[in-house]
């Protein structure tokens, strides 16, 4: 057989790549015995416009931390100018002097509750409906617009609907200012529901068209409707179309306290609810249609 014989060219590579193994092993040999790794070489603060971009994203990422500064507020420079007035520059002053005017206010009578209470829990003066339930129905509604709130009973048949509040009390003054509608007469009324447990029972206290008041209760489990004080004429209640009044009741315990326009128009025993919600209701006995507007409604907690 004859034999192969590599041309020259190959041998001589064949003996630089031996060579190049050499020096491969010998630099292994010394990176090994240092324990050295090559560095990325550091930026400098003037190459910072010319960061390659694989490079920015990685110094972007690890710049996100850092320590907080020793001292978080500068301390204002001492010896910093400051700004003096030009004498130059002419200043403006006031041509017109406006002198305040005291307007009076309402002396409230020494019985009236709200005289010895500082500000209340709780005030609604209906700039919006977010604090009672609204509802419009075949029997009533109950809305609020242009800062008032709507009271309507329908039919004539002295069914008593409510609109409750959120607010659980337990003693507390609380206090109506409402408006009798341009038709009304005999025992169409309005009022407060307190104590309420839930939904479907409470106190009941109204003021009538006719210049009336009543304070009763409805048991719901029962279905009892007892008055405690029957209705009563009193010189308190303004009576007649368009005319507006405060009913306020107050409660310590299982002692109740009405008040009518500031002035006190019973007070007794009964503990028939001791706490609970409350709302205002409205009825009608002689206008179908009968509406009442309340302008507020403000309870103070009371210990």
Known sequence: MGTCVEPPELICDRGKWQGMRKVLLVWLVIVM??????????????????IDPGL??????TSLVIAPPKKPYQTPDPNAPTRTHNPDIPTRTPTITLTPTITPTATLDPEDPVSSLD??????????????????????????????????????NNFETWSLASPTLYNFYLETTGTFGDECGGKDRYGLIFRAPDTSEGYLISIS?????????????????????????????????????????KTNGTTLT?????R???????????????????????TAGFKAYLTQV???NLP
């Open 264 to 286: 006190q128009v019973f007070e007794l025993n009964d503990s028939t609810f001791l706490q609970g919600r409350f709302g205002v209701l409205v009825a009608a006995s002689d």
């Open 56 to 61: 920015a994203a990685t110094q972007a990422a």
């Open 258 to 262: 009405g008040f009518i326009n500031g």
């Open 209 to 249: 068209c006719d210049g009336s008041f009543r304070l009763s209760t409805w048991e719901n489990e029962q279905e009892k409707y007892t008055s405690l004080i029957p209705w009563t004429s009193s010189k308190y209640v303004f009576p007649g179309p368009g005319a507006e009044n405060r009913l306020g009741i």
């Open 33 to 50: 015995l240092t324990g050295c790794i090559p560095q990325q070489p550091k930026l400098n603060i003037t190459d910072q416009d010319n």
């Open 119 to 156: 500000d209340p829990w709780f005030r609604d003066n209906f700039a919006n409906g977010s604090n009672f339930f609204l509802y419009d129905e075949s029997q009533s509604s109950y809305q609020v617009d242009n800062n008032q709130m709507i009271l309507v009973a329908k039919k004539a």
């Open 298 to 300: 403000v309870y103070w």
